[in-house]
């Protein structure tokens, strides 16, 4: 005897009942066979079938539908094929919901259309993310609203594991199953959460903006961007380079092709090793993961602090690594280039972990991030000024 929901009195021999195949019927023919197993079943239209359930809960039960499922998908393409339900004995000990994967619909165009606009971080792409994927998962599996957002903001200051914890939140926390039966789990974090008191104690012992600027082997005391002279001096002649106006209008081309880029407020700060490579989604973009080149500078920023607190913890990074570049951001932040030279990977990640720890934004970890061009023009009208300059590193 097998019960089913706590708050009802239904419950089902299967030992000592069968049901033969079911030919293609009238509803009401079917829905009377099933009746005494608490479910209804109706055919819908393109072959496919779905359970239409009592008002109870009783057929959810999570222990009867794994119980079944098993028998019932692999005679769920022969079933469908043929129009008949899938034929149940006492053996099997069967009864579930119809378990479908789910259909294949259509995501709405306006849907679709939102997803080929997504705003810029400052622009409210973290609520964008998460609203994305709760339209999103009405049409598709978590899995795939992964996929479909992550293609969506390729180019966009993605934080690690910020879309995956997006859509996890919008199915209720990953305690639902996906389509395929699998558990969506959040990655664990990626890099240490902030010690607060060990950066307190850095910034009270440091210096602030104005002994950055002072201990720059470089100063620039005119009013002029000097944006063309410091990428010549900080990256091999020729090198591919990308930039871009906005984080929608961007390219990738040869170093001398490039001419002002002080008009421009975006640049990866490593050498792209094609003019095109494949997003995500699997389309061809000039900016992209596949076709950006080794590091050559390892970027920390800061969105916490002001520009004092946060000298403070550019001084004392530089202690560690070799600091070129140091570039206010036009509105709140510094970045700070660190030369990577021929670092290991795990040399470089202990040192980013360490930042990270200290209030650096993880997302710039990531090779092919576009960072603030070094006296670039920003989109609010803001020239990012530089702070330190030191390209005899990279040597």
């Known amino acids: 005897m097998l019960s089913i929901g706590s708050n009802t009195n239904l419950s089902v021999n299967l030992m000592n009942h069968s049901i033969n195949t079911i030919q293609p019927a009238s509803e009401d023919a079917v829905d009377k066979k099933l009746k005494s197993y608490g479910l209804k079943y109706i055919r819908m239209e393109n072959r496919s079938l779905t359970s239409r359930i009592s008002s109870t809960k009783t057929a959810i039960d999570i222990a009867a539908e794994d119980l079944a499922k098993k028998i019932f998908i692999q005679r769920l393409s022969q079933g469908s094929e043929t129009g008949q339900l899938p034929m149940l004995n006492t053996k099997e000990a069967f009864i579930t919901p119809l378990i479908l994967k789910k259909r294949k619909m259509r995501i709405p165009k306006r849907i679709s259309n939102e997803l080929k606009t997504p705003p810029h971080r400052t622009g409210g792409l973290h609520k964008w993310i998460f609203v994305m994927a709760l339209k999103l998962l009405r049409y598709r599996s978590p899995e795939e609203a992964?996929?479909?957002?992550?293609?969506?903001?390729?180019?966009?200051?993605?934080?690690?594991?910020?879309?995956?914890?997006?859509?996890?939140?919008?199915?209720?926390?990953?305690?639902?199953?996906?389509?395929?039966?699998?558990?969506?789990?959040?990655?664990?974090?990626?890099?240490?959460?902030?010690?607060?008191?060990?950066?307190?104690?850095?910034?009270?012992?440091?210096?602030g903006l104005a002994d950055l600027c002072e201990a720059s082997p470089i100063r620039f005391l005119d009013d002029e961007p000097h944006t063309n002279e410091i990428i010549d001096a900080l990256f091999p002649a020729e090198s591919l380079l990308c930039c871009g106006i906005s984080s929608s209008r961007f390219d990738t081309k040869e170093r001398s092709k490039w001419r002002d880029l002080s008009s421009l407020q975006l640049i990866v700060p490593n050498p792209m090793s094609s003019l095109k490579g494949l997003t995500k989604a699997g389309k061809q973009s000039a900016h992209t993961l596949d076709n950006t080149g080794p590091r050559r500078f390892l970027i920390v920023e800061q969105d916490s602090g002001n520009t004092d607190e946060q000298s403070s913890i550019m001084l004392h990074l530089a202690e560690k690594a070799p600091l070129a570049l140091a570039v206010h951001s036009g509105s709140k932040s510094i970045h700070g280039w660190f030369y990577c030279g021929d670092e290991s990977e795990e040399r470089l990640r202990s040192f980013m972990n360490y930042a990270v720890s200290l209030g650096a934004d993880q997302a710039t970890w990531t090779r092919s991030q576009f960072v603030r061009m070094p006296g670039g023009l920003r989109d609010n009208g803001n020239r990012q000024s530089i702070y330190f300059f030191n390209p005899s590193v990279t040597l």
């Not at 789990?185 to 240490?192: D, G, I, K, V």
Request: proline share 5%; charged share 25%.
């Open 146 to 207: 992964i996929r479909l957002i992550d293609g969506a903001t390729a180019s966009e200051a993605v934080r690690s594991g910020e879309i995956e914890e997006a859509v996890q939140n919008a199915a209720n926390g990953g305690s639902r199953k996906a389509s395929t039966g699998a558990i969506i789990q959040s990655r664990p974090p990626r890099f240490p959460t902030v010690n607060q008191v060990l950066r307190r104690d850095i910034i009270v012992r440091g210096g």
